[in-house]
Each structure stands twice: as structure tokens, then as C-alpha cells.
């Protein structure tokens, strides 16, 4: 194990990090002390509040600190997708018509295409290639009409395809466009590329609260949110032990996030190496090297990706079908659709941290007879 003790420990047959994972005992024991110290409303000014607004004030500075940014530079709010939202609508907000155009992958998240298309006068998706990176000369082209914005994931949750950021921050830059990153699943996992504006995570990628998202605004950006940040907290009321807990779950990778990312690396590529011979019919997807270290999706010829999901379920083993920003709803993945896969046969394993490495093993023992009981 790589992580300092306590390690989080998930579920023997647990795969889906992109889903959730367990936090780490140090972030579940700080949150515990910022429900005891921190419940006021840090914008009061009494001893509580007070105190209450120095736990937020020191969750942020702590955030600031793991990115490489100015505390100033971090807002703190209810998810990762509403950071976007809100960098969308700041970004974009009191814009003249005409001037709301934006430029994005054909494979960001919904977090990022739902808000665009509702605050955007026009939106431009820019293709990507068969392994889900985007054709930069294809966003180069885009970017030739004015925009008002750029949006890049940093990496692809559904593929683990890392996108060329730097590149396309280059052109954004020439183009006096202001990028914006969606980092999930990318935190904690590998080292922020240069060149964005502005960046949108969640807390719940690097073992923190799924209730705390982050946004990073680099100063020289001009954003205006629709409601103003209290106290570096923008959109609904403030989550002081959330904000701690996400801070210190950073914390605590900090030192060792790259020893880890280097075994799930290992795992993983023992995964794009090994599926193809568990079954006949399984086609792996995604880059084969610029990836993140822990998402491996594969395709499964004549079957449904669900009923393989259902049949692992009951051998024990949790991991994920097509879109999980879609699946509620039964929709297709749009990122593979982008990349002419089909979404429906498709299955993704996701490590979480602390992933035992004999897990991997029992998986690959337990898929191919749930694909053959998926099948009849």
C-alpha cells in the first residue's frame, strides 16, 4: 500500500471511484471536530461565527496550498458541477448578445454542456479522435470566430483519455478566450496541466464529501457570478466541516497521491492487457498511455452493458455501465457516442484509492462468466 496509515479500505469488490469512494479516516475524523467547532455561520461576528469562518478561511488557504494557487483564487460550493455552473454563468454573465459563444470538446460532462447550452447564444462542440481526445487543429479552427469561452476537461472520467490542455490553452490564450478546465477525477490522481483560467473539481474525486465542489478563478479573470461569494463560499449556505474535510483528504495525498497513481497505474494497464483475453468479444477503449492511472472502460460484443453490471453485482463486484452522468435516465453515453463506440455494451472500472491490487485479479476471474450469464 502506498497510502499512509489509515488507508481507506473499500469493498474487496468495489470499482466505481467515479461513483463515490470511502474518505480517509483522517478526513472523516476532521470533519467530526469542524461539526463540533465550525456550525455558526462564518459571516457573523460573534465568537462562534468567528471561529466558524477561521475553519473555512483555513480549508481554503489549505486548498490553495495542493493546487498551487492564491487562496484568493479558490471558491468553495455545494458540488462539482455546481462550481461549473457557476463559472459558467460568472464567465458568461452581462455579455452583450453576440458575444456568448462557446467553444467546447464533444466530450466535457453534462456539468459542463447543460449550463452552456443554457447561458451560451451559441454552442460549438470540437470532434475528437477515435481514443476521446480532441483534435486541437479542430479546436484551433473553432476558435477563429469569437468566443466567449473554451471548455476542456482535463481528462475524460468515462474513458480515462487525458486531453491536450496546454496545447488548447496556447490557442485560448492567442485568442483572448478564457479556458476553462473541468478537472474531474483528476486531482489526487495527476499533475494539473498549465494554461487554464478557471478549474472546477469536486471534492468527492480525491476522497473528500460529495457535497463540497471547488473552483479556482486565476485572478486575471474577469468572472461575475450572480450571487456574491460569502466569506469564499458561492451558491447556498456554507459547509464549514465539509469544506475541512475536503481540505484535509487533500492534505493527506498530497505527499503520496503519485506512489499511488503509479500502482493503480500498474493495475490498470495489467487490465487493458489481460481483458482482451477473458473474452473474445471485449474491445478495451481510451488512450492507450496519456490516461488517467485508475479508469479502464471496455467494450463487450453481445451483450448489455447493464446485465453484466447486475451479474458482477451478485458475484460482488461493483462497477459502472455507459454514462454515469446519464444513466438515470437511460440515455447514451454522448462521450462515446463522440468516439463511435458503442455505449450500450460498454462496462468502466474505476479504482478507487486504496484499491487492493488482488482485486483486479478476482475481477478478471469473475467477468468472463458473467458475460456468458449475461448472454443467454
Not at 98 to 111: I, K, L, P, T
Not at 271 to 285: C, F, M, W, Y
Amino acid at each position: 500500500m502506498t497510502l499512509p496509515a489509515p488507508a481507506p479500505t473499500p469493498p474487496p469488490g468495489y470499482l466505481d471511484a467515479v461513483g463515490g469512494q470511502p474518505l480517509p479516516r483522517v478526513a472523516r475524523d476532521a470533519w467530526l471536530a469542524a461539526v463540533d467547532a465550525g456550525w455558526s455561520d462564518p459571516a457573523r461576528l460573534h465568537h462562534e461565527g468567528r471561529r466558524a469562518g477561521a475553519l473555512l478561511d483555513a480549508a481554503r488557504a489549505s486548498i490553495a496550498a495542493s493546487l498551487g494557487v492564491l487562496p484568493a483564487e479558490v471558491y468553495l460550493t455545494t458540488s462539482g458541477p455546481t462550481a461549473i455552473g457557476v463559472a459558467v454563468g460568472g464567465l458568461l454573465h452581462g455579455r452583450p448578445a453576440g458575444g456568448r459563444r462557446v467553444v467546447a470538446s464533444a466530450v466535457e460532462s453534462m456539468a459542463v454542456l447543460s449550463p452552456a447550452r443554457g447561458a451560451a447564444e451559441e454552442l460549438e462542440l470540437v470532434p475528437v479522435d477515435h481514443t476521446g481526445r480532441v483534435v486541437v487543429a479542430e479546436f484551433e479552427r473553432a476558435l477563429a470566430r469569437p468566443a466567449a469561452l473554451a471548455c476542456l476537461q482535463v481528462a475524460n472520467p468515462e474513458v480515462g483519455t487525458v486531453q491536450p490542455v496546454a496545447e488548447v490553452a496556447e490557442l485560448t490564450r492567442a485568442a483572448g478566450v478564457p479556458l476553462l478546465a473541468h478537472a474531474v477525477q483528476v486531482i489526487g490522481r495527476l499533475a494539473l496541466p498549465e494554461g487554464w483560467d478557471v478549474l472546477g473539481a469536486a471534492a468527492r474525486d480525491w476522497g473528500g464529501p460529495a457535497g463540497v465542489g471547488v473552483l479556482v478563478v486565476r485572478s486575471h479573470v474577469a468572472w461575475r457570478p450572480e450571487e456574491n461569494p460569502d466569506r469564499g463560499w458561492v451558491s447556498g449556505f456554507p459547509d464549514v466541516p465539509g469544506a475541512v474535510a475536503a481540505a484535509r483528504a487533500l492534505e493527506y495525498l498530497r505527499d503520496a497521491w503519485t506512489a499511488e497513481a503509479s500502482r493503480q497505474r500498474a493495475l490498470t494497464a495489467r487490465l487493458r492487457e489481460l481483458l482482451p483475453t477473458a473474452d473474445a468479444g471485449i474491445v478495451v477503449t481510451g488512450a492507450d498511455d496519456e490516461r488517467l492511472p485508475h479508469v479502464v472502460t471496455f467494450a463487450c460484443a453481445d451483450v448489455v452493458g447493464e446485465a453484466v453490471v447486475d451479474r458482477l453485482a451478485r458475484a460482488g463486484f461493483s462497477v459502472a455501465s455507459g454514462s454515469a452522468c446519464t444513466s438515470d435516465v437511460r440515455m447514451p453515453s454522448q462521450v462515446l457516442a463522440a468516439m463511435d463506440v458503442e455505449a450500450a455494451t460498454s462496462l468502466r472500472v474505476s479504482l478507487p484509492l486504496g484499491c487492493a491490487d488482488d482485486a483486479v485479479d478476482a475481477f478478471l476471474t469473475a467477468l468472463p462468466a458473467a458475460l456468458a450469464a449475461a448472454r443467454t
